[in-house]
């Protein structure tokens, strides 16, 4: 049985100490202030670039890594002596790393390299990684590992909550003045996964009853069903995220751990600071 390497992007979300205990390589999404150049999560923070936002009043761009960074990971893999790369991707509807990651493993066409589009992004692309990652620990062969990716996707929802409209406005995603007057409202957006994006779904009035909304999505997802894994996200937003375990464990019969993750630069300059969500795999 061939011996598998995982790799995926830092739009995943994971946790660096969570990555390195199960081997997997996060390619970085690139971030880029003016002239600087940073790796998300391994040179930059959501912490820091919020710093840097709120110093200079402008937002930072993001890119793709490129086809060149995806050729390295495989070539290092190989080189440790992994004989087959499963590399795992945020949605091709949102960034050009999917297509990069194909274009890598086309410059290989003698290794045995298979690139998935999660159609999802951060933990709920990062759940599917893992997913491969403890199943090969398991002795379970690639294609297992690709079988419960697939699984896994099928499975997966994301619900979150923004606390503002700033850093949207920012970006142009929202002119101004309406993101003054959502601000003035209290307009909170509730954000989901839709057909491989992160789309507004609806708005509500307060972070009080985005937050009730956040849980009543997930709850109405799990209906019947039991979880089988679960993240909370959240963009410099730890403590507002422990209180959102607290009320999902109100509602839910959550499983005993809950991942949390940052949601990662590459992300979180598209939502701003305040964001938290819980991602979901549901056992039907």
Request: proline share 4%.
């Amino acid at each position: 049985m061939a011996k598998t390497a995982i790799i995926t992007d830092t739009d995943a979300s994971l946790p660096l100490e969570v990555a390195r205990k199960h081997n997997i390589v996060q390619v970085p999404i690139l971030v880029q202030f003016g002239e600087e150049s940073f790796k998300a999560v391994y040179d930059i923070d959501d912490a820091e670039t919020f710093a840097r936002i709120d110093r200079t009043g402008k937002l930072p761009t993001t890119s793709a890594p490129s086809p060149g960074q995806f050729l390295e990971a495989y070539k290092t893999a190989f080189a440790q002596g992994y004989e087959a790369v499963l590399c795992i991707t945020v949605s091709g509807e949102i960034s050009a790393t999917y297509t990069a990651a194909l274009n890598a493993a086309a410059l290989m066409p003698d290794r045995n390299i298979t690139v998935i589009d999660s159609q999802s992004l951060s933990m709920g692309q990062g759940l599917m990684v893992l997913a491969a990652a403890e199943a090969l620990e398991e002795n379970d062969s690639k294609e297992k590992a690709i079988a419960a990716v697939e699984s896994i996707r099928e499975r997966t929802h994301l619900f979150a909550a923004l606390s503002t409209l700033k850093y949207l406005a920012m970006s142009g995603r929202v002119g101004h003045l309406a993101a003054g007057l959502a601000n003035l409202l209290d307009v909170k957006p509730i954000l989901a996964i839709r057909n491989g994006r992160l789309d507004m779904l609806e708005r509500v009035r307060t972070q009080k009853k985005a937050w009730e909304r956040t849980i009543h999505l997930t709850v109405e997802k799990a209906a019947g069903s039991q979880i089988e894994k679960m993240a909370i996200i959240h963009v410099n937003a730890r403590q507002d995220a422990q209180r959102l375990e607290g009320l999902l464990r109100e509602f839910l019969p959550c499983p005993d751990e809950i991942l949390y993750a940052e949601l990662t630069p590459g992300l979180s300059v598209h939502s701003g600071a305040g964001l938290v969500g819980v991602v979901s795999v549901i056992r039907h």
